[in-house]
T-cell receptor
Framework: GAGVSQSPRYKVAKRGQDVALRCDPI?????LFWYQQALGQGPEFLTYFQNEAQLDKSGLPSDRFFAERPEGSVSTLKIQRTQQEDSAVYLC????????????????FGPGTRLTVL | LAKTTQPISMDSYEGQEVNITCSHNNIATNDYITWYQQFPSQGPRFIIQ???TKVTNEVASLFIPADRKSSTLSLPRVSLSDTAVYYC???????????FGTGTRLTVIP
């Protein structure tokens, strides 16, 4: 079946603009995660959903970052008043299991959205 | 989250076996050792996971000594397409996020 998809793949924004990044997880996956990956670094956790509930947003770097998953499937990561330091690849991942599931919570990643803030 | 330490980069010739060692001195009883692979312009992909001793699948083998303070990912007979970044993670059962670190950049040379 289809994997995790993300759109757009590339986004260029002027400093101060708002952006919205979309994630379509694998159908039936309960858990959804957002990560931020700076150039040359590993992905860093932003936030986690179990169905429509946002259970952990401890990784969101500021209150300019907001994520939602209103119907427990598609998720949107919104960044308000973008800054240059927000330039990164934003990765979405989904997982079949709820917290405490088997297989150590294997996560399936999308290709990411590369955000460049000028 | 237990931190991991792994080499920043490695080079290997095609056809050779590659072993990437990761140390995780503070691993907890409920933690699993998990490896992900990431190609350029793609998201990470799960390779293998283990708790102790040895695990093998169609892609790789994972060796974990009894004290579990380190692990070794073994890639048999690498090809150019194995050039990627490999991340060693320690993941608690029920954890809701993954801590990737900087990974090991493997370059396979013809």
């Amino acid at each position: 079946g289809a994997g995790v998809s993300q759109s757009p793949r590339y986004k260029v924004a002027k400093r101060g603009q708002d952006v919205a990044l979309r994630c379509d997880p694998i159908s039936g996956h309960v858990s959804l995660f957002w990560y931020q990956q700076a150039l040359g670094q590993g992905p860093e956790f932003l936030t986690y959903f179990q169905n429509e509930a946002q259970l952990d947003k401890s990784g969101l770097p500021s209150d300019r970052f907001f994520a939602e998953r209103p119907e427990g499937s598609v998720s949107t990561l919104k960044i308000q008043r973008t800054q240059q330091e927000d330039s990164a690849v934003y990765l979405c991942a989904s997982s079949l299991a709820e917290r405490g599931g088997s297989r150590g919570n294997e996560q399936f990643f999308g290709p990411g959205t590369r955000l460049t803030v000028l | 989250l237990a931190k991991t330490t792994q080499p920043i980069s490695m080079d290997s010739y095609e056809g050779q076996e590659v072993n990437i060692t990761c140390s995780h001195n503070n691993i907890a009883t409920n933690d699993y050792i998990t490896w992900y692979q990431q190609f350029p312009s793609q998201g990470p992909r799960f390779i293998i996971q283990g708790y102790k001793t040895k695990v093998t699948n169609e892609v790789a083998s994972l060796f974990i000594p009894a004290d579990r303070k380190s692990s070794t990912l073994s890639l048999p007979r690498v090809s150019l397409s194995d050039t990627a970044v490999y991340y060693c993670l320690v993941v608690g059962l029920g954890a809701n996020n993954l801590f990737f670190g900087t990974g090991t950049r493997l370059t396979v040379i013809p």
